[in-house]
């Protein structure tokens, strides 16, 4: 009996140890047998960190709705919301170095304001006489500057027409990333309460562009956290108040 107990005692460290510890294997996303040692890996719950050893394999300290960031130099970052601790496999991107194409626009300037020349200036001609240079002042004054003030309203539309394609494409991004899929497979939400879900919490442009790139399954994680904290009224969307008819 007392062999027993003092067995029990042993092994419950071991066992809750185990149940705090997510483990798991990093490779290449291309080369899927190539290993990736050196990788870190961090809780971003927690704050624990470690890295993958020379076989690319890792463990740390973890517990389910924890939220996994994996980074390596040349790869691209990757996050893993923990759903449970079972042993993982991991395939990170390689980063690509190509460079996007530049569209230039060629913009024809008026010839009146390039080569217009100061209206108070004086013609100036250099004359030898007995070796010594001296000026001779010319009494034809250049006309007047004629502007294109067309061209200030045309780079302020131009500005406007970047800033739409920029919001444009951001809204593409958000769509891309915070989707119906993504959050019932991080949240296990789905129907009215996705819908919900989806409604209140959907990052804004301002949000996403200001951090770089933007963590949606992080983001995702920590929304889920405030959602449950919720009261069920507060989960739902309030009805739109019925205009009055006379």
Same mark, same amino acid.
């Given at each position: 009996m007392y062999k027993l =107990? =003092?067995?029990l005692l042993l092994a419950l460290p071991i066992s809750v140890f185990a149940q705090t510890v997510t483990t798991g294997t990093v490779f290449d996303y291309s080369k899927k047998t190539l290993s990736l040692p050196g990788v &870190? =890996?961090?809780n971003l719950n927690s704050k624990k960190s470690t890295s993958t050893n020379k076989e690319g394999k890792y463990a740390i300290g973890a517990n389910i709705g924890d939220l996994l960031e994996f980074s390596a130099v040349g790869y691209h970052t990757d996050t893993l919301y923990l759903t449970n601790l079972l042993n993982r496999t991991i395939y990170l991107p390689v980063k690509s170095? &190509?460079?996007k194409d530049v569209d230039v626009t060629a913009v024809r300037m008026n010839s009146q304001v390039t080569? +217009? @020349?100061d209206p108070l200036a004086e013609k100036y001609t250099l004359l030898s006489t007995g070796g010594n240079l001296n000026r001779k002042r010319m009494t034809d004054k250049v006309g007047g500057l004629n502007l294109n003030l067309g061209y200030g309203k045309y780079k302020r539309q131009q500005r406007k027409e970047a800033d739409l394609e920029e919001k444009e494409m951001y809204l593409e991004e958000i769509d891309e990333n915070?989707? +119906? @899929?993504a959050i019932t497979d991080m %949240? @296990?939400?789905?129907g009215e309460e996705l819908k919900n879900f989806m409604i209140i919490y959907r990052p804004s442009v301002? %949000?996403?562009k200001a951090e770089r790139p933007y963590r949606y399954a992080y983001y995702i994680s920590l929304a889920f956290? +405030?959602?449950? @904290?919720? %009261?069920p009224q507060e989960r739902k969307l309030q009805d739109l108040p019925k205009l009055k008819t006379n």
């Open positions: =107990i =003092i067995f &870190s =890996i961090r170095n &190509s460079l080569d +217009a @020349k915070f989707t +119906a @899929k %949240t @296990k939400l789905e301002e %949000t996403v956290v +405030a959602w449950k @904290k919720l %009261t």
